[in-house]
């Protein structure tokens, strides 16, 4: 059974970094294929997303926040850690993270439950 | 970049048949997934490579393709199909999208 959580501040002030943290079980991100995204949400607004790290360290970054956004993995944890930097309280919203299989290729089959994530002085 | 569009509303009675598209320019050549997300709570994945259905999805949702549309179809529509339904596909070089999402409301 994959699951996925997310983790990290649920305030940060502006112009800070934010740092989260996917932990997963059921899969190794080591496998062929396997991937895990980050995607956000707004409150009341449609789901964005962020970026993509695949099983060979290859990554894809949205291309409106690619500036602000680094996203690694570390194999041996199960843990994929998304950093956005120069918080400002637009980027206030919950934050998903979610897993790419190599059958279904492009997309989430499988999403944490998210963190809410405000950003205000 | 590459975009998405799908329609903010959809109603349907229940019983009934709702489809809600999905447009873009390289769906011909890309997949379109569909996620329906209920209030408080994760998106769940409905539809995959634009007309598979992953394990434990109800045969009352479908999906195909056809051009730059991609279309999720709802047969036979009940109360808790009451939701947000979001199409998502993917540029040639693995850039991720999201349309605006669906309200659907079972009048």
């Known amino acids: 059974q994959i699951t996925l959580k997310e983790s990290g501040p649920t305030l940060v002030k502006p112009t800070q970094t934010l740092t989260l943290t996917c932990t997963f079980s059921?899969?190794?991100?080591?496998?062929?294929?396997?991937?895990v995204g980050w995607i956000r949400q707004p409150p009341g607004k449609a789901l964005e997303w962020l970026a993509l790290?695949?099983?060979?360290?290859?990554?894809r970054y949205s291309p409106s926040l690619r500036s602000r956004l680094t996203i690694t993995k570390d194999t041996s944890k199960n843990q994929v850690v998304l950093r956005m930097t120069n918080m400002d309280p637009v980027d206030t919203a919950t934050y998903y993270c979610g897993h790419r299989s190599p059958t279904i290729l492009d997309a989430f089959d499988i999403w944490g439950q998210g963190t809410m994530v405000t950003v205000s002085s | 970049s590459y975009e998405v569009t799908q329609p903010p509303s959809v109603s349907v009675s229940p019983g009934q048949t709702a489809r809600i598209t999905c447009s873009g320019d390289a769906l011909p050549n890309q997949f379109g997934y569909w996620y329906q997300q209920k209030p408080g709570q994760a998106p769940v994945m409905l539809i995959y490579?634009?007309?598979e259905r992953p394990s434990g999805i109800p045969e009352r949702f479908s999906g195909s393709g056809s051009g730059t549309t991609v279309t999720l179809t709802i047969s036979g529509v009940q109360a808790e199909d009451e939701a947000d339904y979001y199409c998502?596909?993917?540029?040639?070089?693995?850039?991720?999208?999201f349309g605006g999402g669906t309200k659907l409301t079972v009048l």
């Open positions: 998502q596909s993917a540029d040639s070089s693995g850039i991720v999208v």
């Open positions: 490579k634009d007309s």
């Open positions: 790290i695949f099983w060979n360290d290859d990554k």
């Open positions: 059921g899969f190794s991100l080591s496998s062929s294929g396997v991937g």
